[in-house]
């Protein structure tokens, strides 16, 4: 808490926690930790969705205001929130007493680095971040010797043709307006190359931006795996177990033109542009639906801006950006520079656009 007199109160925050992903960037700052995860497993650590990014431009900005506190008046809150990556972060830290404890802001502002050109920042008024469902499914089968397939019902035959199914959903369940994912990121069955085993274990990510998109997508997932484990003469229905969920994150339409008039100001008009909906997921909006204030949350370059060089128009540069390693790669890596200055500057300007001038 940065407290500089009478004025209102800004909530800047960036989040801090790491990937179970193996760096394959090559740098000389790659990381080569590792830790242990929720399972017990142990696993590699990196920075993939670029959080360390966040953190620095943070750091530098609360450093700067404090050097310009003669110019500004009010409360900084800066908040460096764990567990984003799991969806649970920000809602720990306001069980935690976050508000109770130190305030409400009156505006929550905050960024996230992508790989869209160094130098730019993209905001998207309205819904901007998709609402995320984490699924964990069960499927069971029975168990039994490799070379007797007729014996037992194999789980992992099961688990493949769920994951197979899965893929129409979208494309033929999801009308071509609206916007959903469903992604299967693991698969776990089996302890040996001649052993059928009795269950295989599959989770699933989902992204909507519509309720009503989100209920049919769920039921369908909830159709296709009950239906599936039905076809295959599995003896016990899956268990399907809702492991994280969190709503769209939504930017206020006026508090987003307040804050862009701020950046232009301060950055230079043509530096802020509309990356559309982002179907990545994002808890910050937590913050400031529980304090009941405007969002603000960004996209911040974190590309070689070189690489766009051949880009003539939005379509071109999308396809560009398509091809760049992205956030949860194990080859992303945001250029220094000059996406720490433009970060860092991107927040002192937004916060000084809500921040009260002194006196």
Known sequence: ????????????????????????????????????????????????????????????????????????????????????????????????????????????????????????????????????????????????????????????????????????IVSREVAGGETAVVTVGTMRAGTKVNIIPDSAELQLSIRSFDPHVRGRVLAAVERIVNGEAQTSGAERMPDIEAMESFPPLFNDLAACTRTIDGLNEALGAGRVVDPRQETGSEDVGGFATAAGVPCVYRLLGGADPAAFSGATDMESVVRLIASLPSNHSPLYAPIVEPTISTGGAALVAAARTWLATAS
Not at 8 to 29: H, I, Q, S
Not at 50 to 74: F, I, N, P, S
Not at 95 to 109: H, Q
């Open 1 to 168: 808490m940065l407290r500089n007199g009478e004025g209102p109160t800004v909530l800047l925050r960036a989040d801090m926690d790491a990937l179970p992903v193996e760096e394959k960037t090559g740098l000389d700052y790659a990381s080569v930790t590792r830790g242990v995860d929720p399972e017990g497993i142990d696993v590699p650590v990196m920075h993939a969705c670029g959080h360390d990014m966040h953190v620095t431009c943070l750091l530098g900005a609360a450093e700067r205001l404090v050097a310009e506190r003669d110019g500004w008046a009010g409360t900084l809150m800066l908040v460096l929130q764990p567990a984003e990556e799991l969806g649970t972060g920000a809602d720990a830290m306001l069980a935690d007493g976050l508000f109770e404890r130190f305030g409400r802001p009156d505006v929550v502002l905050g960024q996230h680095v992508a790989p869209i050109p160094a130098g730019l920042l993209g905001l998207h008024p309205g819904p901007a971040f998709a609402a995320f469902d984490a699924l964990k499914v069960t499927l069971h089968g029975r168990g039994g010797h490799g070379s007797r397939p007729e014996a037992c019902v194999d789980p992992v035959v099961m688990a493949a043709s769920v994951v197979m199914r899965l893929q129409g």
